[in-house]
């Protein structure tokens, strides 16, 4: 660990070594600096040389993501600041990062610089999925520094603070991306991929990359956990599929109703076909339908079932509704619409509804409903309303996962 080495084009993170104790302690006493992080102040040469040495034997003991690192600018080998991550046991052991940088090298951008390159080591390196951020509510900088990053404004909490417990902004950053380097950036990580193209492209491979991340054993009970929501019986239940792609839900709705007949409706050809192969052997109980479920004329009274798996997360909450209509009015009375996906809380909601944002803004046109492949999930609350709204008469939590991420809920709703 003592070894790790961050580089980006400007600095170089690594630990503090001895001869930075002068620049440590010089840093630490500047006006801003003193001001905000009191703990950090180092007075003297002496006092931030033992500093050092205390760290440097007892940070780097404890595991990962506990690391402090000295800013270094690579022009002249200045230190510049600190950095530093660790968790915070009176928080529930969060992570949390944070930053300063001494007063005469502010306006620079080296805190962004350098905050990128800490994120990108917390969650491709620590393997962490959120980090959190503390900033006075007067300290502005920092907390633009913050949003820059891309964190979100989680509410207040009371932390210990030069003596006394104050009141700070508290941020929250989940891991949505597999960031591909010390310097990403949310337009080279993300790229607005037309929704039939994007999975024409993956078909072949989608069922592994379904399950990849999690064991096949997690997958599966995901997947059974969502077919237990279905009732069990042996009627021939007519049932239709929204975004089936390669009907990975489909054995685990005919282990409930066997007798099925089920309508795969997508718009990726090439997945319609290999959900055909695969169950070729039950061919005489599935109708493919090739046609985006966002503007399909969806018949009336034709289905008992209306089920959705991991799909509606790619539109916006005004888009979504225009489908939970057509959902509605194909429904017989008294059926169901069951749909398993990406729910998640609020703070996460907003950082998917900015990074939409950022993303969808390098195109020459707005985006129509479901033209292309980004998430954009909701909450829990705007889900239940959104289903309420487009005329179901209940709606029912199955399952709730959301405060897990990368989790998300089953529901039922019913006509």
């Given at each position: 660990?003592?070894?790790?080495k961050?580089?980006?084009?400007?600095?170089?993170?690594r630990?503090f070594?001895?001869?930075?104790?002068?620049?440590a302690?010089?840093?630490?006493?500047?006006?801003?600096?003193?001001?905000?992080?009191?703990?950090?102040?180092?007075?003297?040469?002496?006092a931030?040389?033992?500093?050092?040495?205390y760290?440097?034997?007892e940070?780097?003991?404890i595991?990962?993501?506990?690391?402090?690192?000295?800013?270094?600018?690579?022009?002249?080998?200045r230190?510049?600041?600190?950095?530093?991550?660790?968790r915070?046991?009176?928080?529930g052991?969060?992570?949390?990062m944070g930053?300063?940088?001494g007063?005469?090298?502010?306006?620079?951008?080296?805190?962004?610089e350098?905050?990128k390159?800490?994120i990108w080591?917390?969650?491709e390196?620590a393997?962490?999925?959120?980090?959190?951020?503390?900033a006075?509510p007067?300290n502005?900088?920092?907390?633009?520094?913050i949003?820059k990053?891309?964190?979100?404004?989680?509410?207040?909490?009371?932390l210990p603070?030069?003596?006394?417990?104050?009141?700070?902004?508290y941020f929250?950053?989940?891991h949505?991306d597999?960031?591909?380097?010390?310097?990403?950036?949310?337009?080279?990580?993300?790229?607005?991929e037309?929704?039939?193209?994007?999975?024409?492209?993956?078909?072949?491979?989608?069922d592994d990359t379904?399950?990849?991340?999690?064991?096949?054993?997690?997958?599966?009970?995901?997947?059974?956990?969502?077919g237990?929501c279905?009732?069990k019986?042996?009627?021939?239940?007519?049932?239709?599929?929204?975004?089936c792609?390669t009907?990975?839900?489909?054995?685990y709705?005919?282990?409930r109703?066997?007798?099925?007949?089920?309508t795969?409706?997508?718009?990726?050809r090439?997945?319609?076909?290999?959900?055909?192969?695969?169950?070729?052997?039950?061919?005489?109980?599935?109708t493919?339908?090739?046609?985006?479920y966002?503007?399909?004329?969806?018949?009336?009274a034709?289905?008992?079932?209306?089920?959705?798996?991991?799909?509606?997360h790619?539109?916006?909450?005004?888009e979504?509704?225009?489908?939970?209509?057509?959902i509605?009015?194909?429904?017989v009375?008294?059926?169901s619409?069951?749909e398993?996906?990406?729910?998640?809380d609020?703070?996460?909601?907003?950082?998917?509804k900015?990074?939409?944002?950022?993303i969808?803004?390098?195109?020459?046109?707005?985006?129509?409903?479901?033209?292309?492949?980004?998430?954009?999930?909701?909450?829990?609350?705007v889900?239940i309303?959104?289903?309420?709204?487009?005329g179901?008469?209940?709606?029912?939590?199955?399952?709730?996962?959301?405060e897990?991420?990368?989790?998300?809920?089953?529901?039922?709703?019913?006509?």
């Amino acid at each position: 660990m003592q070894n790790l080495k961050i580089e980006t084009a400007r600095l170089i993170l690594r630990p503090f070594v001895e001869t930075d104790a002068a620049m440590a302690s010089y840093n630490s006493k500047q006006p801003s600096v003193a001001h905000f992080m009191p703990e950090m102040v180092k007075d003297t040469e002496e006092a931030a040389f033992d500093w050092i040495r205390y760290v440097n034997k007892e940070l780097w003991s404890i595991d990962k993501p506990c690391v402090l690192f000295a800013i270094i600018r690579k022009d002249d080998e200045r230190c510049v600041g600190c950095i530093f991550v660790n968790r915070k046991e009176e928080w529930g052991n969060i992570v949390e990062m944070g930053c300063y940088i001494g007063d005469e090298y502010q306006n620079s951008g080296y805190a962004t610089e350098a905050g990128k390159a800490m994120i990108w080591w917390v969650f491709e390196k620590a393997g962490q999925d959120v980090i959190s951020a503390f900033a006075k509510p007067e300290n502005k900088a920092s907390q633009r520094v913050i949003e820059k990053l891309g964190f979100i404004y989680a509410g207040k909490r009371l932390l210990p603070h030069n003596g006394e417990d104050c009141e700070f902004d508290y941020f929250r950053l989940y891991h949505t991306d597999d960031l591909p380097g010390p310097e990403w950036d949310t337009l080279w990580v993300n790229k607005a991929e037309k929704m039939g193209d994007f999975f024409n492209k993956r078909a072949a491979g989608y069922d592994d990359t379904r399950v990849s991340g999690m064991s096949s054993g997690c997958a599966n009970s995901d997947y059974v956990k969502y077919g237990s929501c279905l009732p069990k019986t042996d009627e021939v239940l007519k049932i239709l599929d929204i975004g089936c792609g390669t009907g990975f839900e489909l054995p685990y709705i005919w282990a409930r109703i066997p007798n099925a007949h089920i309508t795969c409706l997508d718009l990726s050809r090439n997945m319609l076909d290999l959900l055909l192969e695969k169950y070729r052997d039950r061919r005489e109980q599935i109708t493919v339908i090739e046609a985006s479920y966002t503007d399909w004329l969806y018949p009336e009274a034709a289905f008992d079932i209306v089920t959705s798996h991991s799909t509606m997360h790619h539109l916006w909450p005004e888009e979504k509704i225009g489908v939970y209509r057509g959902i509605h009015r194909a429904l017989v009375p008294g059926g169901s619409y069951i749909e398993a996906d990406f729910i998640v809380d609020g703070i996460l909601a907003e950082q998917y509804k900015r990074r939409y944002e950022a993303i969808t803004s390098a195109l020459s046109n707005k985006a129509e409903a479901g033209e292309y492949h980004i998430d954009i999930p909701c909450t829990l609350e705007v889900q239940i309303k959104l289903l309420r709204d487009a005329g179901f008469c209940s709606v029912e939590v199955l399952d709730d996962r959301t405060e897990a991420h990368g989790s998300g809920a089953i529901l039922q709703a019913r006509k």
